[in-house]
């Protein structure tokens, strides 16, 4: 009897250090699953859903590839992003129909409230007129520029360039780029009217292709098909829009309605992070915000850091 005892307790023992073992290599694994780090070493919360970011032609480009890199380190992560330029972005934003509202003016610009939004600065972006290479002009003055697209100058002749007809290529109303040229280039005054184009890709097909044309566009967009033109001597280059020398900039912004959460917060947190601001940036052709010497508010006033 006793020897029974003896035996059924050896066995109880023996069953209590299995399940003690079993239990620690629980913890273990928990542990593991739970370390979820990014590039920089920190932990990282899981995401997944679908969200949709909308607006500016401009910046477009930037959040679709930074979108692609998110999606492919974050699986279950769908982010959708389409043009329709910083009116549409922030118009729609404001109405809740998409989750961030891409812009390259302040919302306050396009007449919403603002105080319902929150700004996301993402990058700064330096715009330029840029014309046909067959016109014959690198430099031009901003009082002729001005001339140009409120119809005073005609012919690029007169600015001593080619016997040509000037055909100018507009962005259309509602585009954040339009709004910061005729801001910043052309001292607020309203060029004529003319072909009007939704997106900066096409713009800049049809000035590559088109004799004579002038239009502008955002440096991401400069390429070897355009002449980028110099303004009172001025280049259009990083260097000069982060002291202000070159006045044609914007900030890029990613607005949402309220303080984001969940893959919102998530995705603008990488827009801020190493991965797009030391590499897509300044490679896409956009200007770091950490570069930028100056600072510009709603109203139009440049101030140094």
Not at 72 to 98: H, L, W
Not at 223 to 229: F, H, R, S
Not at 288 to 295: A, R, S
Request: proline letters at 3%.
């Amino acid at each position: 009897m006793r020897k029974r005892l003896v035996a059924m307790l050896g066995m109880l023992l023996m069953f209590a250090f299995i399940a003690a073992g079993c239990g620690n290599g629980n913890s273990t694994n928990s542990n593991a699953s739970s370390s979820n780090n990014n590039s920089d070493g920190n932990k990282k919360e899981a995401v997944s859903g679908s969200i949709t970011a909308v607006g500016s032609t401009a910046i477009q480009q930037l959040v679709e590839q930074a979108a692609s890199q998110y999606m492919g380190e974050n699986a279950g992560t769908t982010i959708n992003v389409q043009g329709g330029g910083s009116g549409t972005g922030i118009s729609k934003v404001f109405e809740g129909a998409v989750d961030i509202g891409n812009s390259d003016v302040f919302a306050e610009e396009k007449g919403v409230d603002a105080s319902k939004l929150v700004d996301h600065k993402v990058a700064v972006v330096g715009m330029g007129p840029v014309v046909n290479k067959d016109t014959g002009v690198k430099d031009i003055k901003k009082d002729d520029l001005i001339k140009i697209f409120t119809g005073k100058i005609t012919n690029w002749k007169e600015v001593g360039g080619k016997d040509e007809k000037i055909v100018i290529i507009n962005r259309a109303e509602g585009s954040g780029t339009r709004a910061v040229f005729e801001k910043t280039a052309l001292d607020g005054a309203t060029p004529v009217k003319s072909q009007e184009q939704d997106s900066s890709g096409t713009v800049q097909k049809i000035v590559s292709q088109t004799p004579g044309a002038i239009s502008y566009l955002a440096f991401s967009y400069f390429n070897d098909t355009i002449q980028p033109l110099k303004v009172d001597g001025v280049e259009p280059t990083q260097a000069n829009v982060e002291t202000n020398d070159w006045k044609i900039w914007a900030y890029e912004h990613m607005y949402t309605n309220g303080e984001p959460k969940g893959l919102t917060k998530s995705f603008l947190d990488y827009m801020l992070s190493p991965s797009v601001q030391d590499s897509l940036v300044p490679n896409l052709g956009y200007i770091p915000l950490t570069g930028m010497k100056v600072e510009r508010d709603a109203q139009g006033k440049v101030t140094q850091k």
